[in-house]
């Protein structure tokens, strides 16, 4: 897996994240407010996502040309959360039927495409960091 990393994002110097929730809490569903939005990565990202598997396994995919938000958030319940959120930039080629143009009332490649990412999912990106 960080053999296909590597090869993909073209660099040996990269950088995982996920998001990170702060504490436990049964109120899965509320509402948040944000405080910082913070860029952290800008072009060719990878994600990864969590298989349901009776072992550790993920799907990764190239993500296209990307920008890359952790977003610091605190629920009703003081949960505090620093949530992914990736913003696709060039959705021309994506279906037109499809659920994020539909809810949006938007059309393929007219503006960015965001969603937050859930903690079992990781986002791997050139990092920006030198290596020692």
């Known amino acids: 897996m960080v053999d296909f990393m590597l ?40 994600v990864c996502h969590k298989v349901n598997y009776p072992y550790v396994v993920h799907y990764c995919h190239v993500g296209g040309r990307t920008k890359t938000f952790m977003v610091s958030m605190i629920g009703v319940n003081g949960t505090k959360v620093k949530a992914l959120s990736v913003c696709h930039q060039d959705t021309s080629f994506w279906t037109p039927k499809g659920l994020p143009f539909v809810v949006l009332n938007v059309k393929p490649g007219t503006t960015p495409i965001c969603h937050f990412l859930p903690n079992d999912q990781i986002v791997i990106f050139p990092s920006k960091r030198s290596i020692n």
């Open 7 to 46: 090869s993909e994002l073209r660099t040996n110097n990269i950088q995982a994240i996920t998001t990170e929730v702060e504490g436990e809490s049964t109120q899965v569903f509320q509402k948040y407010t944000m405080e910082k939005v913070e860029q952290i990565a800008d072009g060719k990202n990878m």
